[in-house]
């Protein structure tokens, strides 16, 4: 089983920063995708950066330049700096990893900004 937890989302203003983390733990034996996904009220729930083995990442067209995804490997955990946010980035964050071709995913946190 594998164990999937989130965390560092929060409230702030427009145009400041905010970075999330998601840790993965238990029978890892080795993670081949990571998705950070993202659900705002009324909305259906988008892709908002992915990576793959050997590090091919891809964001949404409407966070490209402002996210960045990063994996720290030794530590099965991966973080998503998010800088300029904007109201519209409003939403539940989830991570998804990919583990044996299953899916594991977290609870989410929330982010919310301000304008």
């Known amino acids: 089983q594998v164990q999937v937890v989130e965390s560092g989302g929060g409230l702030v203003q427009a145009g400041g920063s905010l970075r999330l983390s998601c840790a993965a733990s238990g029978s890892i034996s080795s993670i081949s995708a990571m998705g950070w996904y993202r659900q705002a009220p009324g909305k259906l729930r988008e892709l908002v950066a992915r990576i793959t083995t050997g590090d091919s990442t891809t964001y949404a067209d409407s966070v490209r330049g402002r996210f960045t995804l990063s994996r720290d490997n030794a530590n099965n955990t991966f973080y998503l700096q998010m800088n300029s946010l904007q109201p519209e980035d409003t939403a539940v964050y989830y991570c998804?990893?990919?583990?044996?071709?299953?899916?594991?995913r977290g609870q989410g946190t929330q982010v919310t900004v301000s304008s």
């Open positions: 998804n990893v990919v583990v044996a071709r299953y899916n594991y």
